[in-house]
């Protein structure tokens, strides 16, 4: 049964078990062949440095994992052979010590993340799947119809988190409203995520309302960065599903670990929302 027709509360927690899942970034360093590669550290040095953030996450009580490529700076709109052989294997073996839900992004190659996605048993991918966004790695121009043709292609479950905003942004006169629509209407999107401008920095109001309405019952909105202790008691009402990971982070520093004590209080808030 697809996303939309399901409807978004049943889909989360057919997906994580819960309503309003929380996920925790899991940022893997600069992998082989990327810029910052530390060579003396090894891959062995990226596994260690993933496996302990995911099980900070885990600790904490983290309702899913997201692993993404966010030390490969600049990002590529096609990645290399390599990066998704080494995602793959990392994101396998980290996974299966944990059981949880988990998504991948492969920046910034949408069709690299369903091949990886698909590859490791993930849940989720978060893509920009539909519309043309300026970028600071360039013009982002994915294309809905061979997206998806591709996950059919290669008979993929894997569900789809469309990117509407952050990061970038949108060429031509549409709103995020709009944008959001086509994702759900012709992208066939199984959730809309939202971003401000940069990692860990958050998401406009009138963003987050603009696609709470273009989503309606439809799919759920995931607010996908700048989640904080500070601020999720104001955002909890409103977001379906939750990305967390710069503001976990020691010193609040997008490409530091994950420091153990922030995720738990951040948690432990989350859980005396629910339950409020």
């Known amino acids: 049964m697809g996303a939309q027709s399901m409807g978004k509360t049943d889909l989360l927690k057919q997906l994580f078990g819960v309503e309003k899942p929380v996920l925790g ?3 893997f360093l600069p992998l082989p062949g990327s810029p910052l590669y530390d060579r003396a550290g090894g891959i062995g040095k990226i596994r ?3 496996y302990r953030d995911a099980e900070a996450l885990v600790r904490a009580g983290f309702d899913g994992l997201m692993f993404s490529n966010e030390g490969d700076r600049p990002y590529l709109s096609q990645v290399e052979k390599h990066t998704v052989a080494y995602m793959t294997e990392l994101i396998s073996s980290i996974s299966l010590e944990f059981k949880k839900p988990f998504g991948v992004s492969v920046l910034a190659d949408p069709e690299a993340a369903i091949a990886v996605g698909s590859a490791t048993g993930a849940t989720f991918v978060r893509i920009f799947l539909s519309w043309v966004f300026a970028s600071d790695w360039g013009i982002v121009n994915p294309n809905a119809g061979a997206l998806q043709r591709y996950k ?11 990117n509407v905003s952050g990061h970038t942004a949108p060429l031509g006169n549409r709103t995020i409203y709009d944008i959001a629509r086509g994702a759900i209407k012709f992208g066939l999107a199984d959730a809309i995520s939202l971003a401000g401008s940069t990692a860990g920095s958050e998401v406009p109001e009138e ?5 709470l309405r273009a989503a309606s019952n439809e799919v759920p909105v995931v607010i996908g960065t700048g989640v904080s202790i500070h ?4 955002l909890f009402p409103k977001g379906d599903a939750f990305i967390v990971g710069t503001s976990l982070k020691y010193n609040g520093d997008t490409f530091a ?8 209080i951040f948690m432990n808030k989350v859980l005396s929302l629910r339950k409020g």
């Open 25 to 27: 970034m899991v940022h």
């Open 257 to 264: 670990s994950i420091d153990p004590i922030r995720a738990s």
């Open 48 to 50: 260690d440095h993933a």
């Open 207 to 211: 963003e987050i309302e603009e696609a």
């Open 231 to 234: 601020n999720i008691e104001k």
């Open 152 to 162: 059919a292609s290669i008979d993929s479950s894997i569900r789809i988190l469309a």
